[in-house]
């Protein structure tokens, strides 16, 4: 067993949109990651997605409404819903979801970060 400091782990990085495995369970990973400015539009085919707030705001644009999160709320968007984080100033967040999770989902891009570093 080994205590997560998320502060902690969120102050060894600066880059945005690159997700950290922190913590893994049950085939599920714990990641923190730095937002700011828009994500591509994705979607997970076999995976729901926990976005928690730890600093900042976070607004996740969905076709039909946008859902604004705040420090302390967390939003789990449903496999197969297509959606776009979108972060005005630096968001910190922690994210729970299965290990075969792609952070661009259904998207290849330049963001995609197809093994995620633990720190």
């Given at each position: ?43 997970h085919e076999r995976e729901d997605e926990m976005f928690l707030v730890v600093r900042g705001n976070l607004r996740l644009e969905f076709r039909e409404s946008v859902v604004e999160l705040r420090p302390g ?47």
């Amino acid at each position: 067993m080994e205590k997560v400091n998320i502060a902690e782990k969120l102050g060894l990085f600066q880059d945005t949109w690159k997700p950290r495995i922190v913590a893994e369970l049950n085939g599920q990973q714990v990641k923190v990651v730095k937002l700011h400015g828009p994500f591509v539009w994705h979607q997970h085919e076999r995976e729901d997605e926990m976005f928690l707030v730890v600093r900042g705001n976070l607004r996740l644009e969905f076709r039909e409404s946008v859902v604004e999160l705040r420090p302390g709320e967390l939003l789990v968007v449903p496999r197969g819903v297509e959606h776009r984080p979108v972060a005005e100033n630096e968001v910190e967040v922690l994210l729970f979801e299965p290990a075969s999770t792609l952070n661009t989902g259904n998207v290849r891009n330049e963001r995609t970060v197809g093994e995620p570093e633990r720190i």
